[in-house]
């Protein structure tokens, strides 16, 4: 699976738009990138995901680059229960989805 | 619709003892999965199980090993706690297996191991 490479921390005023990236150069064509986000010590959560086109749903939108070497991930009016950290993730046809160190994102009142 | 329930939520043992996480999902998925989780570090793949009757090592499997014992649970068991074991274990399941298309993980709340 193709590894991503994530910036470790942002911050983002509260009601304003949040946007982190992700790179993941090595992606394969069947890979798909996922985004999930683990607020304190709770399990990780799904926000949404994406192969080629851009997604949008009632928590996020996935804006995926057309060489899909790279991703960001959109949350359009942060507000301080999003503070979490936020992981992406590449995965292709395997059951192995495999986490890295994600971006602290920290919303400021 | 309870999604994925793990047992215990906390846990202290002594080195060298054993003990089996119990992880149980009734939402009728085909995979689950066990990962763990250092402080302040992101999340590690000790096992996962495509489908009931099959596992396969992940990123950090040496210590531990897993019984899919139907497909609603998936255990973990320690058989000689180090304290290097000490971390917060997450049980997880997804619907499809062998496919990325749709492939969204459900985590459980977490169990906290403290090996002393």
């Known amino acids: 699976d193709a590894k991503t490479t994530q910036p470790p921390s942002m911050d983002c005023a509260e009601g304003r738009a949040a946007n982190l990236p992700c790179n993941h150069s090595t992606i394969s064509g069947n890979e798909y990138v996922y985004w999930y986000r683990q607020i304190h010590s709770q399990g990780p959560q799904y926000i949404i995901h994406g192969l080629k086109n851009n997604e949008t749903n009632e928590m996020a939108s996935l804006i995926i680059t057309e060489d899909r070497k790279s991703s960001t991930l959109i949350l359009p009016h942060a507000t301080l229960r999003d503070t979490a950290v936020y992981y992406c993730?590449?995965?292709?046809?395997?059951?192995?989805?495999?986490f890295g160190t994600g971006t602290l994102l920290a919303v400021q009142p | 619709n309870a999604g994925v329930t793990q047992t215990p939520k906390f846990q202290v043992l002594k080195t060298g003892q054993s003990m089996t996480l119990q992880c149980a999902q009734d939402m009728n998925h085909n995979s689950m999965y066990w990962y763990r989780q250092d402080p302040g570090m992101g999340l590690r793949l000790i096992y996962y199980s495509a489908s009931e009757g099959t596992t396969d090592k992940g990123e950090v499997p040496n210590g531990y090993n897993v019984s899919r014992l139907n497909k609603r649970e998936f255990s973990l068991r320690l058989e000689s706690a180090a304290p290097s074991q000490t971390s917060v274990y997450f049980c997880?399941?997804?619907?499809?297996?062998?496919?990325?298309?749709?492939?969204?993980?459900?985590f459980g709340e977490g169990s906290w191991l403290t090996v002393v």
């Open positions: 997880a399941s997804s619907a499809i297996s062998g496919s990325s298309a749709g492939n969204t993980i459900y």
């Open positions: 993730i590449v995965n292709g046809a395997t059951n192995k989805l495999i």
